[in-house]
C-alpha cells in the first residue's frame, strides 16, 4: 500500500514539474514591431526590401516575435508626418499604442548616393546607402538607439560596366551588419 502512495506521489510530483516546465517555455516571446519604409524608388525595390527584412527576421526571430506594421506609417502621416526619420519617440508609441508591443524598430532606407568612378583601366561606380534607424523601449519610455546608418561600397569592371543594385545591395549588407550590432548589444543584454 505504501509503495502505491509513494508512486502515486511521485508521478504527481513528476507531472506537476513537467507543466510547470511546460508553462515556462510556453511564455510569449517579448514582442517587436518593425516600422519599415523603403524611400530609394528604385528599379530594384523589392530586392531592397528582401535584404532589409530578411536580415531583420533572422535576427530577431528566435528571441522575439516580430510584427510588422503599416497602420502606424498611415497614423503618423494623418498627424503631418510624411518622414519616418523625423518622427519622435513618443509621435511612434502613440501611433502604436493598441499594438501592446515590447520593442519598436523604425528604419527607412533613403535614396542612394551614386558615383561613377572612371579610370584609365576601369569603369565602376560607388554607392552610399543611408538608413536611419530606431530602436524603442516601449517599456523603459526611451530610445535604446536613435541615429542613422551611412555605408559606402563600390565595384569596378575591366570590360562593360557595373550594375547599381549589386553596389547597393553590398552596401545595404553593411547597413545590417551595424543593424545586427545595435540589435544584440541592446536587446539581448538583458
Keep these: ?29 517579448p514582442r ?6 523603403n524611400n530609394a524608388k528604385t528599379t530594384y ?15 530577431l526571430s528566435k528571441k522575439f516575435e516580430i510584427v510588422k506594421s503599416d497602420a502606424v506609417l498611415r497614423k503618423l502621416a494623418d498627424m503631418g508626418m510624411t518622414d519616418l526619420s ?7 508609441m502613440d501611433a502604436l499604442s493598441g499594438e501592446n508591443c515590447d520593442y519598436i524598430i523604425c528604419l527607412s532606407v533613403e535614396p542612394f548616393q551614386r ?11 560607388e554607392m552610399i546607402a543611408t538608413v536611419p534607424f530606431k ?13 542613422k546608418f551611412v555605408e559606402q561600397q563600390s565595384d569596378s569592371t575591366w570590360v562593360g560596366s557595373v550594375g547599381n543594385k549589386s553596389v547597393a ?7 545590417n551588419k551595424g543593424i545586427n550590432k545595435v540589435i544584440h548589444e541592446k536587446m539581448f543584454v538583458k
Aim: charged residues 25%; hydrophobic residues 50%; positive net charge.
Design 135 to 147: 530602436l524603442i523601449d516601449v517599456k523603459g519610455d526611451r530610445y535604446l538607439y536613435n541615429g
Design 86 to 92: 523625423m518622427a519622435e519617440r513618443r509621435d511612434i
Design 115 to 125: 558615383k561613377e568612378k572612371i579610370t584609365f583601366f576601369t569603369q565602376g561606380i
Design 45 to 59: 525595390d523589392p530586392a531592397i526590401d528582401d535584404c532589409i527584412l530578411t536580415n531583420l527576421d533572422e535576427t
Design 1 to 29: 500500500m505504501k509503495r502505491m502512495n509513494l508512486a502515486r506521489i511521485i508521478w504527481m510530483v513528476l507531472a506537476l514539474l513537467c507543466a510547470a516546465a511546460s508553462g515556462v517555455m510556453a511564455a510569449p516571446l
Design 32 to 37: 517587436v514591431s518593425v516600422v519599415y519604409v
Design 169 to 175: 545591395i553590398k552596401s545595404l549588407q553593411k547597413v
